[in-house]
C-alpha cells in the first residue's frame, strides 16, 4: 500500500516540476500514438466505408479478416514489423528499426483494423434507405458517402476512442521495434516496463498513473466532441 | 468555443507528428551505432552514465537494445548490431569462431551469487560450492526459479546444473519465468524459492525483495563480461567503425575509472570491476569478490 502512495506522491511531483526527461517521453507517447491514430483513422475510416458501402465477392471473408485484426496481439505485430526494418531486411534501406518512426508503422498497423472494423459496422447500421434518400435529394455519391459519416459520427468517434486507446497502451510492439533508447524512443509503456526491472517501483507506478491521465485527457476531450450535440 | 477544442487537438496532433518526423530525419543523419546488450547493463544504471559520455566524446548516436546475452549474440550473428556487450562465455567464443564477431575483448566482471528465502529450507546457506548447492536444491524439491531465456545468466545457471549432474527440466520444483533478471529475482521473492542471479541487478533490487545471499565466492560463479564487434566482413551494412569506436571506448582508462567506482555511493560497494587487458584465467584464480555490504542505505534517489 505504502508502495502506491509514494508512487502517487512521485507522479505529482515529476508533474509539478516538468520533469524533463518524462514530459520527453509523455510527448513522444502522445506524438507517437496521436499519429498512428491519425493515420489508422485515414486508412480505416475510408477502406471501412468502402467496404461498407460496396457488394463483391469475398465480402463476409474480408470483414471477418477485419473484425480478426481488431484483436491483433502487439508482439506479433511489433516481431513482423521489426523482421521487416531490419537492415537486412526486405525495408532495410529505410532505415528506420529503433527509431519512433518504426513505433509509428507498428501501432498504426495495430490500430487501423480496429478502426475500419467499428467504422464498418457503424456505417452499416444506418439504415439502407437513408442512402437512396440522400441520392435521390440528388447528392453525388461523394456527398453521400459524408453524409453518411457525419451520421455516424458517435460510433466513429468511439473508434478514434478504441485506436489510441489500443495504441497508447501497447507495449510489447513499441518495445520491440523501437528499442526503448533514452530520450530517443522511449515511450511510456516501455519506461514503465524497464523501471518496473529495475525495481523502482514508485517511479513505473508514477509512470502509470501519466499514463492514465494522458488517456483519460484525450478520451474526455474527444468525448466532449462526442457529445457535443445531443443525437436526435 | 467546443468546436475549437476539436480543431485545436487535430493541430497537436499533427505539430506533434511533423516534430517527431524532424527529429527522427535529424538523428538518421548523424551516425548511429546499434549497441546491443544484456539486460544487466542497462538495468544496473551502468549504460545511463557511459553512453552519453560516449556520444559526447565521438559524435555517434548510440541505440542500446537490452536483451538477454542470447538475443543480444543473434543481432550480432544477423548483422542487426554493430557492438555486442555481454557475458556469455561459451556462446561468444562460438560466435567468434563462426566469423560473426571479431575483437572480442574483456571489459569487466562481477560475480553470480544464489539468493534464497531467508528461512532456506534446503540448508544450502554458507556452502562454498555452487553445485553442491544446487544438488541439495534439487534433492530437497525446492522451489528454483530458471530465467529460461538463453540470457547469460540462464547459460551460467545450465552450466552449474551440468556441474552438479543434474537435469533439472521437467521437476515440478524447477520453473522457468522467461523474464529479465530483475522480474525473476522479483517472482523468485513472491513464491520464496531459490534463483541464481548476477550480483549488481540484486543489488539494485534487494531493498523490496527479502531474499538473501546463500551461496557465493566459487570460481564457477564468475561473471565476465566482453565486448565484440559485429564483423563487417559477413555483413557489410555493419557501422564497423562505430562499433570499433564505441569496445576502444569500453577498454578505454576513463571509461574504466568509471566503472570502478560506479555503484559505490548508492550501493556501498561497485558493482562491477574493471579489467580491460586482463586475461580471462587471471580472474578466476584471484579473489574477484566484492567486499562485504552495509545491510542498508541502498535506496533510490
Known sequence: ??????????????????????????LLSLGVSG?????????????GVIVALSEFPGRRIAISLINTGMGLPPVVVGLFV???LWRNGPLGFFGILYTPTAIIIAQTVIATPIVMGITLAAIQQLPKKLRLQILALGATRLQMVWILIKEARLPLLAAVMAGFGGVISEVGA???????????????????????????????IALGIILLLLAYFINLILTQIQQRERPR | MKRMIGTRIILWTIVSLFILMGS?????????????TTTSTQDSG???????????????FVKTIAVGSGQAMAMGQKGEADVLLVHSQAAEKKIVAEGYGINRRIIMHNDFIIVGPSEDQAKIKGMKSASESFKKIASAKALFLSRGDNSGTHSKEKDIWKAAGINPEGGKWYQQTGLGMGQTLNVTAEKKGYTLTDRGTYLAL????????????????????HVIEVNPAKWPKVNAAGGKSFADFMVSKETQDIIRTFGVEKFGSPLFFPDAGKKEEELGSKRFLPLPLDGGG???G
Open chain 2, 24 to 36: 527522427s530525419t535529424v538523428l538518421a543523419q548523424t551516425k548511429t551505432v546499434i549497441l546491443s
Open chain 2, 46 to 60: 551502468l549504460l545511463d552514465v557511459l553512453i552519453p559520455i560516449f556520444e559526447k566524446n565521438t559524435g555517434y
Open chain 2, 206 to 225: 534487494k531493498k523490496n525483495l527479502g531474499l538473501d545471499i546463500l551461496v557465493e565466492g566459487d570460481a564457477i560463479l564468475l561473471n565476465i563480461y
Open chain 1, 1 to 26: 500500500m505504502d508502495l502506491i502512495f509514494e508512487g502517487i506522491k512521485k507522479a505529482f511531483w515529476l508533474l509539478i516540476t516538468f520533469d524533463p526527461e518524462v514530459m520527453g517521453i509523455t
Open chain 1, 35 to 47: 499519429s498512428a491514430t491519425l493515420i489508422s483513422l485515414l486508412i480505416g475510416i475510408s477502406t
Open chain 2, 298 to 300: 541502498c535506496g533510490w
Open chain 1, 82 to 84: 521489426t523482421i521487416f
Open chain 1, 174 to 204: 513499441s518495445i520491440m521495434v523501437g528499442g526503448n533508447i533514452k530520450g530517443y524512443s522511449r515511450v511510456l509503456t516501455t519506461a514503465t516496463v524497464m523501471e518496473t526491472s529495475r525495481g523502482n517501483f514508485d517511479i513505473a
